[in-house]
T-cell receptor
């Protein structure tokens, strides 16, 4: 899992609540990513950011929001608009540029359960 | 659009036997290909990647993968399986010609190595 930390490891949310998942990296990487993992579906991209103060929607951004105020941090907020938020959430980072050859390194994940 | 197919949900192999985990991809341009491994309730660990050059790529823990452009495949192999190799394996692709930053993942293949 290298220099990427995610917290908390487990998170429980009541319906209608917003929750924020933390992701921090000390690898000096420019790019950061959020993926959602559901059983049998692999990983799906929620949001990514290539530079501070800039981010783009991924394939399943609805019901989620992010910010990128610092290079080291890329928090994900799961809003009440996300209809089925129970999943395993993975944060990743990589060096930007490199013509797309960069490797993404993953954090240990946060398991979110809606009660 | 880019996509990855991992046709086997599970692969069973006896310890000491060779193993193969299959992956085929689809991109409009040329691919960058990656393999990751995931242990229960953990993040993904990078194994190896194909960028260019030699079609046989060697990676961590004795794994290797062969890029076959004509068959659009990137199968993961290991000459002699260990019980500790039992895990979930993901293949991922990035199209080097589209500029899409994030990876597209397959649905994963669970490898079970029996003692």
């Amino acid at each position: 899992d290298g220099g990427i930390t995610q917290s908390p490891k487990y998170l429980f949310r009541k319906e209608g609540q917003n929750v924020t998942l933390s992701c921090e990296q000390n690898l000096n990487h420019d790019a950061m990513y959020w993926y959602r993992q559901d059983p049998g579906q692999g990983l799906r991209l929620i949001y990514y950011s290539q530079i501070v103060n800039d981010f783009q929607k991924g394939d399943i951004a609805e019901g989620y929001s992010v910010s990128r105020e610092k290079k080291e941090s890329f928090p994900l907020t799961v809003t009440s608009a996300q209809k089925n938020p129970t999943a395993f959430y993975l944060c990743a980072s990589s060096i930007a540029g490199a013509g797309g050859t960069d490797t993404q390194y993953f954090g240990p994940g946060t398991r979110l359960t809606v009660l | 659009a880019q996509s990855v197919a991992q046709p086997e949900d599970q692969v069973n192999v006896a310890e000491g036997n060779p193993l193969t985990v299959k992956c085929t991809y689809s991109v409009s341009g040329n691919p960058y290909l990656f393999w990751y491994v995931q242990y229960p309730n953990r993040g993904l660990q990078f194994l190896l990647k194909y960028i260019t050059g030699d079609n046989l790529v060697k990676g961590s823990y004795g794994f290797e993968a062969e890029f076959n452009k004509s068959q659009t495949s990137f199968h993961l192999k290991k000459p002699s399986a260990l019980v500790s190799d039992s895990a979930l394996y993901f293949c991922a692709v990035r199209d080097r010609d589209t500029g899409r930053r994030a990876l597209t993942f397959g649905s994963g293949t669970r490898l079970q190595v029996q003692p």
